[in-house]
């Protein structure tokens, strides 16, 4: 289990009698791109990884998912869920309104349904499901967005950042932030949840 961070999914799991070992990767500070993490804390052998909203800020990847599909006993199945491409759209722009002619790094690269397709093909999972959801969710003030999303530790985590916005940036994004508004005062705000699952199988050739 990785990135169960109040263990309620391992707890669920341990009610029905199921082993469950949480472990979660340190964060080590890149050079570039985002924070990457270190490899996988323990041996091959896991009939089922859960991997919770840690593998869109991964640096490699491709070598995370080989890390994982190598983790798992024979029919073993390994299930990643993370926000991916196309989330925060109304956060997005507000930042472009607040750096006006000179946008900065502010969110991380992120994964989409067709990258995600070939991610898992590439590091050798069989019968590969990817799948997408969105969710929608309604804020009254810039402040209470920001604030949800450092919560939950979805907060810009690039190793090379944009400056901090100063007074005058910041007064432009809450503008900005103001004109999205709805007729109750709340802008909605989208998270795209992207699903890898795979299994530790042989891989079969494809029919044609």
């Not at 109304?90 to 070939?118: E, F, I, N, T, W």
Request: charge should be negative; hydrophobic fraction near 45%.
């Amino acid at each position: 289990m990785i990135g169960d961070v109040h263990h309620s999914l391992g707890a669920a799991l341990a009610a029905q009698g199921v082993a469950v070992t949480h472990a979660d990767p340190a964060p080590l500070p890149g050079e570039t791109g985002v924070e990457q993490e270190a490899p996988l804390p323990f041996a091959a052998g896991f009939d089922f990884l859960a991997v919770l909203g840690t593998l869109d800020t991964v640096n490699d990847l491709p070598g995370a998912l080989v890390h994982l599909r190598r983790a798992l006993a024979p029919d073993g199945l390994a299930m990643m869920s993370f926000t991916a491409a196309g989330s925060l759209p109304a956060l997005r722009s507000v930042m472009l309104a607040a750096d006006a002619d000179r946008p900065a790094p502010r969110v991380h690269p992120q994964v989409d349904v067709r990258a995600g397709g070939q991610l898992l093909q590439r590091a050798g999972f069989a019968d590969p499901v990817i799948d997408s959801r969105s969710l929608a969710v309604r804020y009254r003030s810039l402040d209470r967005l920001v604030q949800d999303l450092r919560e939950q530790g979805l907060s810009n985590c690039l190793a090379r950042t944009g400056a901090p916005l100063g007074k005058a940036a910041l007064a432009r994004a809450q503008e900005a932030f103001a004109e999205m508004a709805d007729a109750d005062g709340r802008v909605t705000e989208t998270l795209e949840i992207l699903t890898l699952s795979g299994w530790a199988k042989p891989l079969r050739a494809p029919k044609f």
